[in-house]
């Protein structure tokens, strides 16, 4: 019997609606976008949509600009996993801009690899907000 192809989309990527990680209700896209104001709460990423993938594991980065945690120790990058629960799978990989602000100005690198190999990476410039960015 032949192998299932497993098939992998980015659905979208940019600026999203605030992400509540208790739902199962991913994210809705508000902006397709590279450019993210560092605004408090802002929500930044991508879905991706796996079918044919159930019970692999996916694994993921952040890459981010330096900032430090509350003891003063520079952050690494963030890092996890997650286990494909499911044939028709859609998966948000973001985050969020918290105080300070200006200690997540820069380039923020988004990668999710799956058995391993590299499936999806998108790289989002954040950016200390204009007025004009505070309407969004």
Known sequence: MAKKKIEIKM??????TQWDRGSKALPK??????LVP???????????KITGAKGKLIEFEMEH???????????????????????????????TIWAPIEDKVGIWTLITYLDGKEI?????EVYLPSEDDLLL
């Open 11 to 16: 659905q979208s990527y940019g600026i999203y």
């Open 65 to 95: 600009p330096p900032f430090t945690d509350d003891e003063g120790n520079i952050r690494p990058t963030f890092t996890g996993e997650h286990y494909i629960n499911g044939n028709d799978w859609q998966f948000f990989l973001g985050d």
């Open 120 to 124: 999806a990476r998108k790289s989002f």
């Open 29 to 34: 896209i508000k902006k397709h976008t590279l």
């Open 38 to 48: 560092a605004i408090i709460d802002i929500e930044f990423g991508y879905i991706l």
